[in-house]
């Protein structure tokens, strides 16, 4: 097979696997409201979590973290070990979970599934962006949930693992690619307060 089929598959199984709604089939399994229609209308887990409790929000979360951690394995698989195999697995499954094709491209904000990549792929900066969101959640924006929280502290925490980690150009890209994604996709909650 040549690279291009092997680029092209990889980027579709991982857009595929992004885009299982885990809050949507959570609704369904255990016949709470559909998350497309109440509350914020996002399919994430935190949605989940306000309409159908704790549990079935953390099981959203979890299964969400997954998706992308399955994204690269099937994308590395496919493409053979490549160091590129990361960027490309974590982009498409992360626009896979904001505009999934399964759900009329309806999606969650995207925040799980990049954390599940970044807790093994980076560790260091998630705690770094949970500081800053930490910061930015309690002592600025002062709301239960605040979109512009989660842009600062990504664009903060990326840029400083970036400066400090030594990162590989696919990793940096990686990096970047997230905080223009989730970035994008926090823009119409801009002034949303929950």
Known sequence: ????????????????????????????????????????????????????????????VVLDGLKGLLAWVATYTIMEGSPWALPIAGVMAIIGHCWPIYTKFHGGLGLATAGGLLLVVSPLTVPIFLLFWAIFFVGIFRRTYSPRSVVFSLII??????????????????????VIILGVRHIPEWNRVV
């Open 1 to 60: 097979m040549s690279a291009f089929w092997h680029w092209s598959l990889a980027v579709l199984a991982a857009y595929l696997i992004g885009s299982f709604p885990s809050g949507v089939v959570m609704s369904t399994v255990i016949g709470g409201p559909d998350v497309r229609y109440h509350g914020s209308r996002n399919t994430g887990g935190t949605n989940t979590m306000r309409l159908m409790g704790l549990t079935a929000g953390a099981t959203v």
């Open 157 to 178: 925490s990326a840029t400083l693992s970036i400066y400090l980690l030594s990162l590989t150009m696919p990793m940096t890209l990686f990096l970047i690619s997230i």
